[in-house]
């Protein structure tokens, strides 16, 4: 794990180029999204109310032990314990 400006100084030797690191790295929201490691892009601009129920809304669905995010926690349990093998 590595921060964009730290791959921007390794790769290019040029710490202001963090924006062309983070694209290289595929560190954006909707690509982690697609990759599967986020669950939702959330629309811009999102006041501290609504940021904290998308929070708690997420949080309580993988916390709980029914429902699609419980679904989800096993599925991605399963995924990293194949990777691991």
Not at 15 to 41: H, P, W, Y
Request: hydrophobic share 45%.
């Amino acid at each position: 794990v590595i921060a964009p400006e730290s791959a921007a100084e390794i790769l290019w030797r040029d710490s202001t180029r963090a924006r062309e690191a983070a694209n290289v790295l595929k560190l954006g929201a909707f690509e982690l999204e697609r990759l599967g490691i986020a669950d939702e892009v959330a629309s811009e601009p999102l006041s501290s109310d609504s940021l904290a129920s998308t929070v708690a809304y997420h949080l309580h669905s993988l916390t709980s032990n029914r429902g699609p995010g419980a679904d989800l926690v096993a599925a991605r349990l399963e995924r990293w314990r194949a990777s691991a093998e």
